[in-house]
Structure formats: structure tokens, C-alpha cells
């Protein structure tokens, strides 16, 4: 069964950090580029991060520069966003996907060239 499982939510405090993973099961996760998306009540689900299939390129959202990475280990065939200095409008349903076709590492790529979805982790930033 292919699997793409994420873990790491939870409720933190305003300038707080969370990790969250997604770790590939039943795929070789090494072969497709990997993207993070959000989505709190009444919103769009918007491009966090993407990353390329090596590592060697990492697009990220301007709201989240300079707070956000994502890293990757292939090895593991997981991924990682590691989010400091959270704020409350970070509060969302974080998704990781995985695509094989994705035509460019962008957060403005259409969420539909993704093949493989995390199930949804919560981040609530809230003091």
C-alpha cells in the first residue's frame, strides 16, 4: 500500500517551533519532488515549500522565509519541515505530497501534480 504519513503537530506557543515529518511507504521517495501545503478554516490550501528530488533546490513561500526549512533524507525515504519563530497565522492543516511529474519546485505549482498526500497534521500556534 503506498503511504506518505506525516507526524509532528501539536499546539505551541507564539515564537515556538514544531518538526514536522512525512515518512514514504510502499514508494521509493527518492524519485519524486516533495511539497508542503497548508490550509486554515475558510482558506485555500497554499504552497509552503517544495523541494527537489536531491535536495539541491528548496522554493519557499515569502511568509515563511527565513523561519521554515525542509530537508529530505532519501536514505529514509522522509521528509522534514522544521518550523521556528511560529506565529499565530501559521495555524493550519500542514500536507506533505509527493509528485513524480511536477513540472517545477515552486509553491505556486498546482497542488494537482502531486501524487502521494500526507493525511494532514494540525499546527496550532495560539499562547
Known amino acids: 500500500q503506498l503511504q506518505f504519513v506525516e507526524s509532528g503537530g501539536g499546539l505551541v506557543q507564539p515564537g515556538g517551533s514544531l518538526r514536522l515529518s512525512c515518512a514514504a511507504s510502499g514508494f521509493a521517495l527518492d524519485y519524486y519532488r516533495v511539497g508542503w501545503f497548508r490550509q486554515a478554516p475558510g482558506k485555500e490550501r497554499e504552497g509552503v515549500s517544495c523541494i527537489t528530488t536531491r535536495g539541491d533546490f528548496i522554493d519557499y513561500a515569502d511568509s515563511v522565509k527565513g523561519r521554515f526549512t525542509v530537508s529530505r533524507d532519501n536514505a529514509r525515504d522522509t521528509v522534514y519541515l522544521q518550523m521556528n519563530s511560529l506565529k499565530p497565522e501559521d495555524s493550519a492543516v500542514y500536507f506533505c505530497?509527493?509528485?513524480?511529474?511536477?513540472?517545477?519546485?515552486?509553491?505556486?505549482?498546482?497542488?494537482?501534480?502531486?501524487?502521494?498526500w500526507g493525511q494532514g497534521t494540525q499546527v496550532t500556534v495560539s499562547s
Open positions: 505530497a509527493a509528485g513524480a511529474a511536477v513540472p517545477y519546485c515552486s509553491v505556486d505549482v498546482h497542488k494537482g501534480h502531486y501524487t502521494y
